[in-house]
């Protein structure tokens, strides 16, 4: 025999019954996205480098150390593309919009499922490959769509049962206009350049290039030094504050706790104005489970027209993690009835009247191959299935069929014609 594969370091297979949860989390995701008019878009895995480089910055952790990158093979004229996968999405759908001519008549509001790549040390929720639900509005200025966002965030975290205070909290913060930025950068720089013998390499290397960065970090001896520094919202003018408090009249108006957070930058470069994150801690140092904000300069930025944006990307992976930590994870699906056929004779018979029953919406599993009665009661019970329908040759034969409930004790049956199947499917789906 030779060597089993193995899955590459940090991508992980989803397999049942733990795929289970998964649908049942992007079903009610959608659910949700459904209520607020959100549609559905999805753009390549791949991407040219470029897209990344200019729509995330050039100096952040996702594009210096943590992107998929690779030059594709040459063509016939010896040109060979620069591609990557992609490390989030907001890119790659202001690509699309901008390609396709979407934003020209009117705002989108659009979400997205699917994997991101990042090359980071994997551990307990932080994966290379690993899941996002997203959403993006597009084209629409006022402070009300970043809190209709965030107020679609809490929605999707209360309907999947995690409760704000107790499992989970919002931060907010506002980060104004470049103009601003510039100003208190300059302010930040002189306060970094005084602590300077307290950065490590990347802190040392970024306190020019970018120095916000450097207060984002999860580094305790930098904690006094970052709590100290100049903050943004100091730095706001009228209109930032007007947006900013705009969007905190909304939240408040709507019972959306938040604490204000001013360190609060993000990852990526492409944020204005609002930002937010959703903590949760129970994971550990893995526990921003949504993050997003407003990126009013990106689409210009990549190519497009200048147009207002936010949204946010909520990891997958780690919501799971969170429903499974604090027992808000669902029950898995179980089918409506299992099928015991004890003679093969008897299948082709069988075959047609299960698809009578699905037909009749009724899930039903049948037993693979040939096997003992015993064995075959014992599957139908680890499946979970609610009946078992028993096509013995004996019903057969009176065109009958058998049905047990799995579920009560006294092991009452009955019998069913097997010519008056959507008489008696209903009783199969709802009990
Ligand atoms: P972190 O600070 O934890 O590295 P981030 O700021 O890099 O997160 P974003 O780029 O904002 O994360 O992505 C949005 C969400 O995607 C995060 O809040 C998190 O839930 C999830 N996420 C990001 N990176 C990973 C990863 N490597 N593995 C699993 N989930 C991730
Ligand atoms: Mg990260």
Same mark, same amino acid.
């Given at each position: 025999?030779?060597?089993?594969?193995?899955?590459?370091?940090?991508?992980?297979?989803?397999?049942?019954?733990?795929?289970?949860?998964?649908?049942?989390?992007?079903?009610?995701?959608?659910?949700?996205?459904?209520?607020?008019?959100?549609?559905?878009?999805?753009?390549?895995?791949?991407?040219?480098?470029?897209?990344?480089?200019?729509?995330?910055?050039?100096?952040?952790?996702?594009?210096?150390?943590?992107?998929?990158?690779?030059?594709?093979?040459?063509?016939?004229?010896?040109?060979?593309?620069?591609?990557?996968?992609?490390?989030?999405?907001?890119?790659?759908?202001?690509?699309?919009?901008?390609?396709?001519?979407?934003?020209?008549?009117?705002?989108?509001?659009?979400?997205?499922?699917?994997?991101?790549?990042?090359?980071?040390?994997?551990?307990?929720?932080?994966?290379?490959?690993?899941?996002?639900?997203?959403?993006?509005?597009?084209?629409?200025?006022?402070?009300?769509?970043?809190?209709?966002?965030?107020?679609?965030?809490?929605?999707?975290?209360?309907?999947?049962?995690?409760?704000?205070?107790?499992?989970?909290?919002?931060?907010?913060?506002?980060?104004?206009?470049?103009?601003?930025?510039?100003?208190?950068?300059? &302010? %930040?720089?002189?306060?970094?350049? /005084?602590?300077?013998? $307290? +950065? #490590?390499?990347? !802190?040392?290397?970024? @306190?020019?290039?970018?120095?916000?960065?450097?207060?984002?970090?999860?580094?305790? &001896? %930098?904690?006094?030094?970052?709590? /100290?520094?100049?903050? $943004? +919202? #100091?730095?706001? !003018?009228?209109?930032? @504050?007007?947006?900013?408090?705009?969007?905190?009249?909304?939240?408040?108006?709507?019972?959306?706790?938040?604490?204000?957070?001013?360190?609060?930058?993000?990852?990526?470069?492409?944020?204005?104005?609002?930002?937010?994150?959703?903590?949760?801690?129970?994971?550990?140092?893995?526990?921003?489970?949504?993050?997003?904000?407003?990126?009013?300069?990106?689409?210009?930025?990549?190519?497009?027209?200048?147009?207002?944006?936010?949204?946010?990307?909520?990891?997958?992976?780690?919501?799971?993690?969170?429903?499974?930590?604090?027992?808000?994870?669902?029950?898995?699906?179980?089918?409506?009835?299992?099928?015991?056929?004890?003679?093969?004779?008897?299948?082709?018979?069988?075959?047609?009247?299960?698809?009578?029953?699905?037909?009749?919406?009724?899930?039903?599993?049948?037993?693979?191959?040939?096997?003992?009665?015993?064995?075959?009661?014992?599957?139908?019970?680890?499946?979970?299935?609610?009946?078992?329908?028993?096509?013995?040759?004996?019903?057969?034969?009176?065109?009958?069929?058998?049905?047990?409930?799995?579920?009560?004790?006294?092991?009452?049956?009955?019998?069913?014609?097997?010519?008056?199947?959507?008489?008696?499917?209903?009783?199969?789906?709802?009990?």
């Amino acid at each position: 025999m030779s060597e089993a594969l193995k899955a590459v370091k940090g991508m992980n297979d989803i397999l049942p019954p733990e795929s289970a949860r998964w649908e049942w989390l992007e079903a009610r995701m959608r659910s949700v996205l459904q209520r607020y008019g959100y549609q559905n878009v999805r753009t390549p895995i791949v991407e040219p480098t470029a897209l990344f480089v200019r729509g995330i910055g050039e100096v952040t952790d996702i594009v210096e150390k943590e992107m998929y990158a690779f030059e594709d093979r040459a063509d016939k004229h010896g040109q060979a593309e620069h591609l990557a996968l992609r490390p989030e999405m907001t890119a790659g759908v202001v690509r699309a919009m901008v390609e396709h001519a979407f934003l020209r008549d009117s705002g989108r509001r659009l979400y997205y499922f699917g994997p991101m790549f990042r090359r980071e040390r994997p551990q307990k929720g932080r994966y290379r490959q690993f899941h996002q639900m997203g959403i993006e509005a597009l084209g629409f200025h006022g402070p009300d769509v970043d809190a209709e966002v965030i107020l679609l965030g809490a929605r999707l975290l209360k309907e999947l049962g995690l409760v704000d205070g107790e499992h989970v909290h919002l931060e907010l913060n506002c980060l104004g206009e470049l103009g601003e930025r510039r100003a208190h950068r300059e &302010a %930040l720089i002189a306060h970094l350049e /005084a602590h300077k013998e $307290l +950065l #490590d390499e990347d !802190g040392q290397r970024r @306190l020019y290039t970018n120095p916000l960065r450097v207060l984002d970090t999860k580094n305790p &001896a %930098l904690q006094d030094m970052a709590n /100290a520094a100049p903050k $943004l +919202l #100091d730095f706001l !003018g009228e209109a930032s @504050l007007a947006h900013f408090n705009g969007v905190r009249a909304i939240l408040d108006a709507a019972g959306v706790r938040y604490t204000i957070n001013p360190r609060l930058v993000r990852g990526l470069d492409y944020y204005n104005l609002t930002v937010f994150e959703w903590i949760t801690d129970k994971l550990g140092a893995q526990g921003t489970v949504c993050g997003g904000g407003r990126y009013d300069g990106l689409i210009e930025q990549l190519g497009g027209k200048s147009t207002p944006a936010v949204g946010f990307g909520m990891g997958l992976e780690r919501m799971l993690l969170l429903l499974e930590e604090v027992g808000a994870a669902p029950p898995a699906p179980v089918p409506d009835a299992y099928a015991i056929v004890p003679t093969v004779e008897g299948l082709p018979r069988v075959m047609v009247v299960l698809e009578a029953l699905r037909e009749a919406g009724v899930s039903v599993v049948l037993h693979p191959g040939q096997s003992s009665m015993k064995s075959q009661f014992k599957r139908a019970d680890a499946s979970g299935a609610r009946h078992a329908l028993i096509f013995g040759s004996d019903e057969l034969a009176a065109g009958q069929v058998a049905i047990k409930s799995l579920r009560d004790a006294t092991g009452a049956q009955r019998l069913e014609s097997l010519d008056a199947v959507t008489d008696w499917a209903p009783l199969l789906r709802n009990a």
